[in-house]
């Protein structure tokens, strides 16, 4: 059964400039001949007079045709640039489910359809999942380069060193035709190196923490101007600021990009024994926080915690005696702004080291669970002894490719990353 034609606003939350509404599927070319009276040559932007059943004038629109499978879903596609405004786009919309086999879009189902028309695979379909939600540069060039398909070409040279491996097996299997055959080890070494790059992949940063940004702490004792800091930083009052120690309670989240670098900055209550409950329960979960931070700042002369990417802070430094920071502390002033670009710099050198290195693919986490699996299936292969079992190791590490790109078994996925589009995607 063809599938039915879809439309849906692409373009972002009306009254904009333009809007861009498109229509996908079988019945997408004649819906829009209808409508616009006629259709532009493929490829090609025309002016046209969309008008209603009724021949009422809708709107004067700039109109786009695709012809399947040379679009981006792979089916018959057409584009209305209508102008921006509420009304004309809910008349727009609502002549277009007029149409017989027409129906509204769920969100991602453009995006769906070319996955399922084998225009992209379900890695470039993550990529541009990732694209739509990007806020800062690193996770752009991150998202785009798995959305034009860097990793997709990537697993295609896996998947064709695998299948030359596997003929391999089963070629020796055909050779002899007895119950058991001993490995070729040869075959044992290439099985071996190819899993080695899969590892190889498998320790580089992945890429969820450019999406969630890196978890920036700021701690120390209480009124050391932890929270100045925070607001110094961000730019913005987010932190109350007062002079009583123990101001701050309950931490406070900031995400904040620094130089295109994701970053959460969270403000902790100052840590001192106390006999007062909430402020207990904020020096408790400072604690935690600290525990779990990737970039720890920490404010105050007392010993540091240890932690793998401090940064010591040496607070308030315009005020008299306060002058002249420790030789491994950067002295900030958050009232007159000295050192705070030091401070930012360095934040941003600590977060790039947890980052994935510019240029290089992250993988997110099915996607490194795929490959891991890939990679067992080659190990197994690379120590197995009879090429039988060979053979079905090598079978193994290739459903795992193919369920990393969708070609098989990720019937189950598909609602969950469809779903993460928004309408008209
Ligand atoms: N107006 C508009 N802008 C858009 C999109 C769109 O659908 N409409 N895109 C939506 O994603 C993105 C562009 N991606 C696209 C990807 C493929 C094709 C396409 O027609 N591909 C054909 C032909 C390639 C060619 O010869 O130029 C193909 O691959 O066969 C179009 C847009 C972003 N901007
Ligand atoms: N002169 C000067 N005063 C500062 C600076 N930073 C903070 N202060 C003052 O120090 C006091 C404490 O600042 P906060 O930022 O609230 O300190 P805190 O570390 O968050 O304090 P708690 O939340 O109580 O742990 C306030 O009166 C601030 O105005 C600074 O750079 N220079
Ligand atoms: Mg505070």
């Not at 039988?388 to 193919?402: G, K």
């Amino acid at each position: 059964m063809t599938p039915a034609t879809i439309f849906a606003l692409s373009s972002g939350s009306p009254p904009a400039a333009i809007s861009v509404i498109r229509v996908s599927g079988a019945a997408a070319h004649q819906a829009g001949r209808a409508f616009a009276g006629d259709l532009p040559p493929a490829r090609q932007a025309a002016v046209r007079e969309l008008r209603n059943r009724e021949g009422e004038l809708l709107d004067e629109a700039l109109v786009l045709r695709f012809d399947g499978p040379s679009s981006s879903t792979g089916e018959d596609l057409v584009e209305f640039h209508c102008h921006g405004g509420r009304a004309v786009v809910a008349a727009v919309l609502d002549a277009l489910g007029r149409f017989e086999g027409l129906r509204g879009a769920q969100p991602g189902e453009f995006t769906r359809r070319a996955f399922e028309n084998g225009r992209i695979d379900l890695t470039e379909a993550e990529g541009l999942a990732d694209l739509i939600e990007a806020e800062t540069e690193s996770q752009r060039r991150s998202a785009l380069a798995m959305a034009e398909g860097g990793l997709r070409r990537q697993i295609d040279a896996w998947q064709e060193a695998l299948l030359s491996l596997s003929a391999r097996a089963e070629a020796a299997i055909d050779y002899v035709e007895e119950e058991s055959v001993d490995a070729d080890p040869q075959l044992s070494r290439d099985c071996s190196a190819l899993a080695s790059e899969l590892r190889s992949w498998l320790l580089r940063p992945r890429s969820e923490p450019l999406k969630d940004g890196i978890k920036v702490v700021i701690a120390g004792p209480p009124n050391t101007g932890k929270s100045s800091v925070l607001n110094a930083l961000v730019g913005q009052d987010r932190a109350i600021v007062t002079d009583t120690p123990g101001t701050t309670r309950d931490h406070i989240d900031v995400p904040l990009s620094l130089e295109g670098v994701p970053l959460r900055l969270t403000d902790t209550a100052g840590l001192r024994e106390s006999d007062e409950e909430v402020e207990r329960m904020g020096v408790e979960r400072a604690g935690r926080l600290i525990a779990m931070a990737d970039v720890l700042l920490w404010l105050g002369e007392s010993a540091a915690p240890q932690h793998p990417h401090l940064i010591r802070v040496h607070s308030k430094s315009d005020l008299p005696g306060r002058d002249c920071a420790p030789p491994d502390a950067l002295a900030v002033s958050a009232l007159t702004g000295r050192g705070l670009s030091e401070l930012a710099d360095a934040i941003v050198r600590e977060a790039r080291q947890l980052l994935p290195v510019e240029g290089d693919l992250a993988l997110n986490r099915r996607q490194s669970e795929a490959i891991a699996e890939a990679e067992a299936g080659l190990r197994s292969a690379s120590v197995g002894d009879d090429v039988v079992l060979v053979a079905e190791m090598l079978r193994r590490a290739r459903t795992a490719f193919d369920r990393l790109t969708g070609r098989a078994g990720v019937e189950d996925l598909l609602d969950s990353l469809f779903g993460r589009f928004c309408l008209g995607k």
